[in-house]
T-cell receptor
Framework: GDSVTQMEGPVTLSEEAFLTINCTYTATGYPSLFWYVQYPGEGLQLLLKATKADDKGSNKGFEATYRKETTSFHLEKGSVQVSDSAVYFCALTGGGSEKLVFGKGTKLTVNP | GAVVSQHPSWVICKSGTSVKIECRSL??????MFWYRQFPKQSLMLMAT?????????EQGVEKDKFLINHASLTLSTLTVTSAHPEDSSFYIC????????????FGPGTRLTVL
């Protein structure tokens, strides 16, 4: 079945550092890909998404590009802030289904 | 916005008792809600899809008699863990699909269940 693998955390960075969180997937057909963020005490929020190959999703300075050839959707941000501290989940929907398949989540801590 | 709440945020119960968790869409109507379960350091696993006015659709391996789902209105779905046991201890998360926002799922903050 479909699956998502993302880098295990936790990840600790200093403010203004460059962030990459790797995500690869296994799916039949052409899945849609998502990054969700969960801030402490809150529900998951959609951060960005891409629905077809070579699409780039972006939001709040974060970017991820749908790479079909490498089945990847890595999350990047050029300069992280303390307020970016959260847990990040990579996810997909595939096969015409709206069911989300999640990775395990990566906890990011950004220190001042 | 599109806000989803869950109640309670945490609950501790004795083995053998039943626990009800509520999921509410506060500012939109949701014909479809989803229930997930998350174990420590694991991904969210979909348990069931809750449809307003009809029976829930359970994922393979999820006991429907154990995890009762009721979606009686367009803003409320409930998950009842019946005869809870310590292995049911987990983090339960719901989401609600917003048809007016491109069918995006909006998530509740989760409920931590601990069964003693």
């Amino acid at each position: 079945g479909d699956s998502v693998t993302q880098m295990e955390g936790p990840v600790t960075l200093s403010e203004e550092a460059f962030l990459t969180i790797n995500c690869t997937y296994t799916a039949t057909g052409y899945p849609s890909l998502f990054w969700y963020v969960q801030y402490p005490g809150e529900g998951l929020q959609l951060l960005l998404k891409a629905t077809k190959a070579d699409d780039k999703g972006s939001n709040k300075g974060f970017e991820a590009t749908y790479r079909k050839e490498t089945t990847s959707f890595h999350l990047e941000k050029g300069s992280v802030q303390v307020s970016d501290s959260a847990v990040y989940f990579c996810a997909l929907t595939g096969g015409g289904s709206e069911k989300l398949v999640f990775g395990k989540g990566t906890k990011l801590t950004v220190n001042p | 916005g599109a806000v989803v709440s869950q109640h309670p945020s945490w609950v501790i119960c004795k083995s053998g008792t039943s626990v009800k968790i509520e999921c509410r869409s506060l500012d939109f109507q949701a014909t479809t809600m989803f229930w997930y379960r998350q174990f420590p350091k694991q991904s969210l696993m979909l348990m069931a899809t809750s449809n307003e006015g009809s029976k829930a659709t359970y994922e393979q391996g999820v006991e429907k008699d154990k995890f009762l789902i009721n979606h009686a209105s367009l803003t409320l779905s409930t998950l009842t863990v019946t005869s809870a046991h310590p292995e049911d201890s987990s983090f339960y998360i719901c989401s609600a699909r917003n048809e007016l926002k491109n069918n995006e799922q909006f998530f509740g903050p989760g409920t931590r269940l601990t069964v003693l």
